[in-house]
């Protein structure tokens, strides 16, 4: 037989099928080795057929590899030729996605132990009265059963291979998974669902549609409800996937869920290391493990015969794939729900509009839960007119309300998180003289001065800079910064209040495997007063001790120059606020603006999402902007910036015909170039647009491959999250 296969070979571009000998029992989906280039590398046979167009005694033969089971199932398969067609990339990079990329480079193996086991009863061991760890590790072995060599070997030298010559000792090789969690606390507590969480599970369960919206404010108990239904799967043999944003940020839930469904669940994430995560992979494949939790990626989970599929904080830009294939998560979570004939439920507190509008017009069903559990009512939000402030004299980064707040918090002993969406000290360095503003040499963009390391940091591209001490345009000395960041936030602060105790939690302060975990556990344990960070604070914690929750600037996000900078201010607003108060103390938000009479920071105020929808949806409709229409970019990028643009001309060159010949079909056509004109040192161009109708999309995708150069990068981008 011929098999298909495609090869892996780490940094190379070998997105391509090619053809080898194969035995006829090797099933389609197996790992195997095959030579190429004159070394073995790992592949995969993705078809097999009678005949290939290259001549039989030029075929090489590809061998296995001693897996139990085809690494890819027959579901993975289909799903990565309807995603290759719709995305229009190489079968190659869509089959990809769903093997973990420590499997591919083909680095990590599996972890294999020897193991002892006595082949016969103990009386009937016969041994020398000096062969006294043989005797014990006899001994030990009736009465442990089968026990890992090293352990034994450790107890009583050389006991174990001296049995083993004997012939009463049998040793077998075993696989053994390693396990990422062993140090995580166990948070044993389950509990009994309320009214409102039975009615919703029920719900869920009655619904003949396929996806469930569950739309409930933050604090009225989603996971519980998640952790349910896909209890009730796995009670009835069945798989399920569970997806969140960033799950290494949550510590709390990965506890939870550890202790909820113990090995039956596999944890995918980043903060593993390769071994760990290969080996989580391995335990769903083999069905070892049934409930895949994990972010984005988790959707592409090795399982069969699939219960249910929740992606919770269903609003969440993590869920849109930043590089090729540039795939929604929701998508991929509805071909699989439907291949699978099982419920997608979707959770949020402030739904994506795009979503709750399907809803709304019946196409999925909404479940709604307008209560925090046990009636707690929702925090408080306070309104500061940051205007008002400057004013009256007050130019640091802290309201006169907020202060207030601050002081009366930590006087009782309670806890504050304090959120602004940016990190460093200072977001730019100007020259007061002649203006000049210290740029990255790679990108585009201006640095930030991080005080801690006393450099200047790229965001985009992480290249330090050593201080300036003089302006090299100028050569004056008056540098002055510009824009608070999160370190001078907390410097700040610790003025205010030199006794309170601050943890400040970004990208900088996060690094290595347990970088947040540590950050949250010291806050948890009330081992810190007060909590500065970045979004990444936002999302799904639960700190009892939290009364206090202030925004620093609430405007931040408003600016941004796409469609959906106002969700994007809701939904940041509603979750930042909703890590205040979820225990017995009532909680308090403090909201600074400069910006009071905003109606997107009323609704959030007001806790009005529906109100929010309402005005959001009429906005859009008017403007024609999505769920009206479709954004597309083709983002075009390349070192050289000649070539970019010849790229650019070419792809341009098919899209206006396009355009002229179907001019109903648009709303807006243009090319320009990025508003970051160059990040990484490479050139960046777009083309946008706006569609009245689907239909052109895979024209659009057609022209784009079809100007794809080895230079130059083409990607489409679907409603981007990421305008810059
Ligand atoms: P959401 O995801 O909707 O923001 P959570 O699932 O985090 O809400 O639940 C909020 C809080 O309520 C958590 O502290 C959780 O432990 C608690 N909780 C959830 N369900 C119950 C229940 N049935 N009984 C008691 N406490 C619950
Ligand atoms: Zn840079």
Redesign the pocket.
């Known amino acids: 037989m011929i098999a298909e296969v495609i090869v892996d070979i780490a940094a190379s571009e070998t997105d391509r099928i090619f053809d080898y000998l194969c035995e006829d029992t090797l099933p389609v989906g197996s790992r195997v080795r095959a030579p190429f280039g004159g070394k073995t590398v790992t592949g995969f046979i993705i078809g097999k057929k009678e005949y290939s167009d290259c001549p039989t005694e030029k075929l090489k033969k590809v061998f296995p590899t001693p897996d139990e089971l085809p690494a890819l199932n027959e579901e993975c398969l289909a799903l990565a030729e309807k995603l290759a067609a719709r995305y229009r990339v190489p079968k190659a990079l869509t089959l990809r996605l769903f093997l973990p990329a420590e499997m591919r480079t083909g680095k990590v193996r599996e972890l294999v132990r020897s193991f002892a086991q006595l082949c016969v009863p103990l009386e009937d061991v016969k041994l020398a009265k000096n062969a006294k760890n043989q005797l014990a590790c006899a001994q030990y072995l009736a009465q442990n059963g089968k026990t890992d060599c090293a352990r034994l070997n450790e107890y009583f030298q050389g006991g174990v291979s001296g049995l083993e010559k004997k012939g009463y000792v049998k040793i077998t090789k075993e696989q053994v998974f390693r396990d990422p969690y062993k140090t995580l606390p166990f948070e044993n507590e389950l509990?009994?669902?309320?009214p409102d969480?039975t009615a919703a599970v029920e719900t869920i369960e009655r619904d003949t549609r396929t996806v469930q919206l569950l739309h409930?404010?933050?604090?009225?108990?989603?996971?519980?409800i998640y952790l349910t239904l896909i209890a009730k799967q796995l009670q009835a043999g069945k798989s399920s996937i569970f997806l969140v944003p960033e799950i290494s940020l949550t510590p709390q839930m990965l506890s939870q869920l550890r202790a909820r469904f113990g090995k039956s669940c596999a944890i995918l994430h980043s903060g593993l290391s390769a071994g760990e995560r290969f080996d989580e992979w391995w335990r769903l494949r083999t069905g070892e493990a049934k409930i895949a939790i994990g972010a984005r990626s988790a959707i592409f989970a090795p399982l069969e015969n699939i219960g249910v599929i929740v992606i919770d904080e269903e609003h969440d830009s993590s869920y849109a794939s930043e590089s090729a294939p540039r795939y929604t998560t929701f998508d991929v979570a509805l071909l699989r729900a439907k291949r699978n004939g099982c419920k997608l439920v979707l959770g949020s507190?402030t739904p994506s509009v795009e979503t709750y509008k399907r809803a709304k017009d019946g196409e999925f069903s909404l479940i709604r839960?307008n209560k925090?559990?046990?009636k707690k009512p929702m925090p408080e939000i306070l309104l500061a007119d940051m205007r008002r402030e400057v004013r009256r004299g007050n130019n640091s980064a802290f309201s006169g309300a907020l202060k207030e707040e601050l002081e009366r918090c930590l006087s009782a002993d309670k806890q504050a998180i304090l959120f602004l969406n940016r990190r460093g000290y200072s977001q730019t360095v100007i020259c007061k003289e002649c203006g000049y503003v210290a740029k990255c040499e790679a990108c585009d963009v201006s640095l930030t001065y991080h005080r801690d390391e006393d450099c200047l940091k790229c965001h985009y591209c992480g290249q330090k800079y050593g201080m300036l001490s003089a302006c090299p345009d100028c050569g004056g000395k008056k540098l002055t910064y510009a824009g608070t960041g999160t370190q001078r936030i907390v410097a700040d602060l610790q003025k205010l209040y030199p006794e309170a105790r601050i943890l400040r939690m970004d990208n900088d302060t996060t690094s290595g495997k347990e970088g947040h975990y540590k950050i949250l556990k010291a806050f948890a344990e009330h081992k810190a007063d007060i909590l500065v960070g970045t979004q990444m604070i936002a999302k799904?914690h639960?700190f009892p001790a939290v009364t206090l929750v202030g925004i620093l600037d609430a405007d931040m996000s408003l600016h941004f120059n796409d469609f959906r900078s106002r969700e994007r201010t809701f939904q940041l607003i509603t979750q930042v606020a909703?890590r205040s108060g979820?225990a017995e103390e009532k909680g308090k938000v403090v909201l600074q603006t400069f910006d009071p009479e905003n109606d997107v920071l009323r609704f959030a105020m007001d806790y009005d999402y529906e109100g929010f929808y309402d005005n959001e949806i009429s906005l859009r409709a008017a403007m024609a902007f999505p769920p009206f229409s479709k954004i597309v970019r083709v983002l075009i990028t390349g070192e050289d910036d000649k070539k970019t643009l010849e790229a650019l001309r070419e792809v341009y060159v098919g899209l206006e015909q396009l355009y002229t010949q179907n001019p109903e079909k648009f709303l807006f056509f243009n090319k320009m170039r990025a508003p970051i004109k160059r990040i990484q040192n490479k050139f960046r161009y777009q083309v946008l647009m706006r569609l009245a109708e689907r239909d052109l999309l895979p024209y659009i995708y057609g022209i784009c491959a079809d100007a794809k150069t080895r230079e130059v990068l083409i990607a489409v981008e679907e409603n981007p999250t990421n305008l810059s």
């Open positions: 509990r009994t669902l309320t969480q409930g404010v933050t604090g009225s108990g989603k996971t519980e507190a839960l925090r559990i046990n799904g639960d909703g979820r």
